[in-house]
């Protein structure tokens, strides 16, 4: 017998599932009906929505006035759309003048919104119809969907749905590679050589800018928009540089992927609705192509990367890379050049302000601490790379921060630990294919592991991100010698050698093996970026300082009681103690001794860190290697000062003597 229950032993039906439905109440679905109240007519509720898709619109309340509109699909360049031009219209014609080709004259037809989303928009004819008819080609044919300004949010669903190796990690960042380039490319760096900069610009040995003619330039800016032009979707970011209002800068960045629109959301200053409303025509645009490489036939180019700046167009092209910090960096030489001539001065350092108004920099090449001490708990955060230092005071060009991340730990820095949640950039990590937590520590990728965040996602960061003069003004050295003190108080004289000399000694990959530090010096701590000659910013430097009655320290953030492999580094504890003495004003009271050498002044206290280590000859077990290597270290500054020996800084001719005299003496 066929049936739904359960057999017995005795062959008999006890319970049928069927018979315990019949004897269940019927469920009543008609309109009105009040008997039962275990069951709910869904009909019957008030609902706003008679389909998924009215359900779907609910979901999203319009925000910001630059928020696209749906109605219609998006809004198309060079439809007739209402009389009076809204802001969008404007952004169109703008973005679209941004993209114009050079040699067709023509800017390419936008819509605004994601391609996907957007409805089907019939041939619009484009703004000037009259083009050469042997100008016509299929590129002026199609749309190019704009995504202005995205928010984090919707740059976190473009990333992972449309680039690979785009994934969220457990602590809520976007996780992403930046591709081959997992650093900078200084070599592939060209600048454009017209009759202003010939003139103006720091060219020849020594210098970064090496140089590309306006062609070359014109050629590589046509390749990179003819790339952006063919996608079906760029991103674009209006955002501006420097908290300081008077000498704000507005830069505008068009890009490939979501990855860098939100690299550059983080990095720059965010603006308001109201000032995006109103952003008009940008000071300065970078073309990110990074995705495409140049063309090794063009003139100049000696790799398929090239970052190339032209300051008389006020462009940057980027072709051949898609590590993002070469924005940040490439932005960052061109107010190199403008704030000079505004006589700001501009500088590679992190900086940060005391409760009582008391400003510190960090100057310093990658890797010396510029991020890490400039975060610091007990201080307001202004900064961490990139400032500027006016008559009015200081302030940060950036309006985030792009912290190291290779073996970070929450105890050791908590605030870059906590930084790094929904929002931020985790640029070339590893982390576990399940629970996507991160490891700090593999160097697979790469050792330059990179988080790039908002600053205010650092809790006592100063917004706006503007202070008062500096006080005190902190080389960072890290020096894989082992042979600089960890402290030492430097005269006026001193500073400016060491600023100009721009030391630091890193080692070399791990993976090859230990090898010999290699010393480094990058005049004014930033060579790559500078634009004028070094003794240009350095004249301001001595001056600004001079005129503050700040104080130049020197503090070597690198190894003690041997060089690499044999010594170690100075712990992050005690170098952030030094920091603290420097900060507090009790430095400035001790009792000093001189080294010799380097004639560098050393405490010969300094609270909580081991007296033993602040002389770097104590720390060493063989005290001949230390005079070796302090010795060739010496040699080393000697020979990289050479060629600044002819140059006077400023007008002070004293000064220039005293400067030359402050490097090493033996
Ligand atoms: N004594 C120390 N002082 C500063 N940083 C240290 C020290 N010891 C180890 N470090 C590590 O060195 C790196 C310094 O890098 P970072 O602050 O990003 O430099 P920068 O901003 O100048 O490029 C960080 O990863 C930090 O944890
Ligand atoms: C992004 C950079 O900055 P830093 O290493 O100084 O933090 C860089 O030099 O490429
Ligand atoms: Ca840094
Ligand atoms: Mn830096």
Known sequence: MAGNGIENTDGDFSFSAAAARDALPRITTEKGAKSVDVCHDDTASRVNFQTIDELHSLQKKRSAPTTPRKEGGGLVMGTSGPTTPSSRDTM????????????????????KGDPTSAAKVAHVPHTPTSVPAADVSDSGLKFTHI?????????????????KGSFITSNGALATLSGAKTGRSPKDKRVVKDETTAAELWWGKGSPNIE???????????????????????????????????????????????????FMHNMCIRPTPQELENFGTPDFTIYNAGKFPCNRYTHYMTSSTSVDINLGRREMVILGTQYAGEMKKGL??????????????????????????????????SGTGKTTLS???????????????????????????????????REKE????????????????????????????????????????????????KIPCVGPHPKNVILLACDAFGVLPPISKLNLAQTM??????????????????????????????????????????????????????????????????????????????????????HSGSL???????????????????????????????????????????????????????????????????????????????
Not at 511 to 518: A, D, H, I
């Open 497 to 582: 050698y060491h600023f100009i000399s721009g030391y630091t000694a890193l080692v070399a990959g791990t993976e090859e093996g230990v090898k010999e530090p290699r010393a480094t010096f990058s005049a004014c701590f930033g060579a790559a970026f500078i634009m004028l000659h070094p003794t240009k910013y350095a004249a301001m430097l001595a001056e600004k300082m001079q005129a503050q009655g700040a104080t130049g320290w020197l503090v070597n953030t690198g190894w003690s009681g041997g060089s690499y492999g044999s010594g170690s580094r100075i712990k992050l504890a005690y170098t952030r103690k030094i920091i603290d003495a420097i």
């Open 414 to 461: 908590p605030d870059i630990w906590n930084a790094i949640k929904f929002g931020t950039v985790l640029e070339n990590v590893v982390f576990d294919e399940h629970t996507r937590e991160v490891d700090y520590n593999d160097k697979s990728v790469t050792e330059n592991t990179r988080a790039a965040y908002p600053i205010e996602y650092i809790p006592n960061s």
């Open 375 to 409: 975060t610091d708990h007990n201080r307001y955060l202004i900064g961490d790379d990139e400032h500027c230092w006016s008559n009015a005071g200081v302030s940060n060009i950036e309006g985030g921060c792009y912290a190291k991340c290779i073996d970070l730990s």
């Open 332 to 365: 960052f030489g061109v107010m190199h050049y403008l704030m000079p001539k505004r006589k700001i001065l501009s500088l590679h350092s992190g900086c940060n302000m005391g409760k009582e108004g008391d400003v510190a920099l960090f100057f310093g090449l």
């Open 147 to 163: 995504l202005h300004n995205l928010s984090p949010a919707e740059l976190y669903e473009q990333a992972i749905k449309y680039e």
């Open 212 to 262: 590309m003619d306006e062609q070359t330039f014109l050629v590589n800016r046509e390749r990179a928009v003819d790339y952006l032009n063919s996608l079906d979707k760029v991103f674009v970011n209006d955002q501006f540089l420097n908290w300081d209002p008077e000498n704000r800068i507005k830069v505008r960045i068009v890009s490939a992927r979501a990855y860098h629109s939100l």
């Open 588 to 666: 400035l009271n001790a009792t000093y001794q001189k080294t010799e050498i380097f004639g560098l002044e050393i405490p010969n206290e300094v609270e909580g860190v081991p007296s033993e280590i602040l002389e770097p000859m104590n720390a060493w077990e063989d005290k001949e290697a230390y005079k070796d290597t302090l010795l060739k270290l010496a040699g080393l500054f000697r020979n990289n000062f050479e060629t600044f020996t002819s140059h006077k800084i400023g007008d002070d001719g004293k000064l220039t003597e005293e400067i030359l005299a402050a490097g090493p003496n033996f």
């Open 92 to 111: 169109l014609q703008s973005v679209s003048a941004s993209l114009a080709s050079l040699t067709r004259e023509t800017g390419p037809k936008l819509i």
